[in-house]
Structure formats: C-alpha cells, structure tokens
C-alpha cells in the first residue's frame, strides 16, 4: 500500500500549483511577445525615422566636405585666373619681361599661396617656366616628371573646351594627388590674346585633410584609389554614378554610420574617396529611450500581472480549498471524486469512502478555545494525509468532519489497514501550545460498487456507518450495512 508522507495538501493542491505554473508561464510568454512586438513597431515607425535623421545628417554632413573641398578648388582657380590675366606675366610669355620670375616668383609667393607647381606653356605646348616648390620644407623641389608628361596637347590641361575657360580638377602623382589648375594666360578684357597656359598644383595631404576636419568640425579620413582598385563598400558608387562629385551614406552598424564621398580626377577616374565616421548619437538616444521605455512597460505590467494573478490565484483558491487545514472543500472535493467514480465504473475498480467525525471536539474548542480547536484540527489534517494512498482525496465538510475518497483499492483488507492506521494515528497525544490533548474519531466506510453507485450514496452509507460507530464505542472504524 502507497502511503503520503509530510504532503501538505495531497494530490489535488499540486495540481492545483502546477495549474497556476502554467497558467503563470503562458502569460510572462504572452507578456514578453507583447513586449517584443511593441519593440519591432516602435523600431519600424519609430526608430526609422531616427535612422533616416541620421543618414540625412550624414549626407549633409559629407557634402558639406565637399562643399569645403570644392571651396579649395575655387581658391586654387581664383589664385590663377588672377595670375594668368596680370599683363605681367603675359608679357613674359612674350619675352617682354624678362625679370618676372626674379619679381614675383620668389619662394614666398609659393608659401603664401600653398602652391607645390608652378608652371607656365606657351602656345605652342612648350614649357616656358616650371618650378615646384617643398611647403613643409621651404625650398624649391623639382616638377614631378609624371605631370611633366601629363602636360602634353591631348591632355585636359592644355586642350581646354574653351579659349577662355579653365580645368581644376585633382591628378594622380607617384607622389600623391594633386590639386591643379589650368588657366589660359590672356590680357584682361582682350579677347582672342590668349599666348599660353598657367597651371598651378597644390598636393592634397594630411594637413589638407586636417585643414578641412577644422573647417568642418568633422572628422575626415582619405582613403586613396589606387589603380584600378576601388574599395568594396563604395564599388557601387563608381557603377552607378559618374560624375565629379558623389555622395553615399552607409549603415555601418547601430552605432555608426559612414558617409563617403568619391572624387574623380581630371581624365574621369576615381582618384580618391572621402570618408566621415559618425556616431549615431541620435539614434542611439532614441533605442536607449525606447529600451527604458520597454523596460518600465514591462516592469508596470509584470507588476499588475503578479498582482492580478495572486489575486486571482487567491480567489481560486479560496473557492476549492478549506482556508483553515488547506484540504479540498466539497465542492471540488465532488468534483475530482466524480472523475475518479466514472474512471472505477470504467475500469472495473473498487472505491472506498471514509466519513470521519472527531469524538468531543466541542468539548475542546469550549474549554480550551477556538484557537486551540483551529490547531487540534490542522495536526489531525496532516495525519491523515500520512495514512491514505497518493490517490486519495481528503476533504473537510466543516466543522470536525472529514471525508476521504480512496479510488483504485485492491481488497477490503487494504481499507481495513488504512482505516485502523488512521484510528491509532489520531489516538497518539496531541501537544498544542503546551497543552496534551488526547482525541479519538469514529470511521464509517462505504464500498463502491456494493453501498452505492455514486458520490452521494457513498457519502450517506459512509455517514451512517460512521453514526454507527458513535453510538456504539467510538474510536473505532466500520463498514457500512444494509
């Protein structure tokens, strides 16, 4: 015979918990789907919208880059139109002024002008004058021989759309690119009195790029295409646009975001990229906000959940079980008893039905007070529970009264035993806040199918066979009889 040791509440109050376990898991499931769901709609209309405040501010940043940069270009091309049309240096294109390199192509001009090439072509394509120029160092420097063989009557610098027109544009130099400028060398105001071409190169470097960050307050990176090899992340921008300046802006990750800007020389090849690193400072706000925001919905309805589910968990409870031994009230006691009734009738299998009454139990709670009646029947809960089978179903029906269903009994000699260890069980000595009490119950049994063929029958005969035992000696058990 299966006995139950030290269960608090038996068979029905763990499923009861194992219920509310589900039924608690299921809604945190709810509750977090709730939450992510929430966070992918606040990503898509929300979050979006940050993103595209970020790539909106990064182009504008990029192009204001370029913006910068082509404010360079202009500088260079203002420096030599304003050369290219001094009757000076016209004349010394001519031969009429041999001491213009002496006057006014001294080392300062360079320096002050941030110019590394100056070089001067007559009409004919032939240089007349060429000097390049150190600007870290401060000395005269040989013109690179890679733009000598550039300056020749196909290239852009010397082919010029139009006589009155001229190139600045970025070359590629073995010794890095330059920004040059090509003018047509011409009285101011004369027209068809061009005599040659002024061109002017100033390399663009780190102390460029480091000129721009300051004017822009950004930082910039240059990132040279060299040869053929344009890198990965911008491929797309030499397939899909040509032209001389382009701008694309690229998710790098949550983060940071790049903007780029592809920069072609004067032939239409790419010769380098401009590149900003951004921190999506915006955005990053935003999903810290919306995680926050997330979080305190979640803690708030988490805490209502809880709440809600004590509460509710409570009123269950409260409508199934006795609130003073925590047995099954009749109620549910009917219902798990009828299921196990129709699972017998099924099966083919016997059930017994105790009805269990304390003998005096009034006596006690008026001499010794309700308090000590509240304990006595608690102790004499928990001892029952340590004499049935773990199927067994225990209920108080109030007062003093006890039933207990028993499904699945093998033998009439099995209810005899849990019966009479239920009898010597409660005989044993109580001790209740220092006091010794000493009690006895009366038993009545019934036995499904022969005493009854439902809960209620068995209950009956059970009760009268248990008013049987009252009468007669108490402290006893029997079965009953028709």
Known sequence: MK?????????????YIELYKKIFIFFSLISITIVVFVYFLSYIFILDKFEDLEKKETYSQIKQVVNALEEEFLNLNMINRNYALCSEIYDFI????????????????FIINKLNVFILVDKQGNIVYKKGFDLVNNMGISVSNSLIKQINKQSPLINLSKPTNGVTGIVSLPEGKMMISSYPIAVNGVKGSNCGILIMGRYIDSNNIKDLSQQTNLGIKLEEV???????DVEILHNSFIKKFVVWVKNISKNHIYGYSLLYDIYGKPAFILKIDRTKYGYRQAHITLIYFLGIMLFTYSILFIANFYYMRNVVYQAHYDELTDLPNRYYF??????????????????????????NFKIINDTLGHSIGDALLQSVTRRLQNNVTEESIISRLGGDEFII???????????KEIAQNIVDSISRPFFINDEKLLISISVGIS????????????????????????????NGYKFYKK
């Open 334 to 359: 009917y219902d798990k008893a009828n299921k196990l009734l129709m699972n017998a009738l099924d099966n083919g299998e016997m059930v017994a039905v105790l009805f269990v009454d304390l003998d």
């Open 405 to 415: 269903f028993i499904p699945n009994v093998k033998s009439i000699k099995t209810v």
């Open 226 to 232: 060299k040869g053929e090899y344009i890198p990965e």
């Open 3 to 15: 006995i139950i040791r030290k269960k608090e509440c038996g068979v029905l109050r763990f499923g």
């Open 447 to 474: 036995i499904y199918p022969f005493d009854g063929r439902n809960v209620d029958a068995l209950i009956d005969n059970a009760d009268i066979a248990m008013y049987s035992v009252k009468k007669d000696t108490k």
């Open 94 to 109: 001519k031969g009429r002024n041999p001491k213009y390199v002496k006057k006014h192509l001294r080392d300062e001009t």
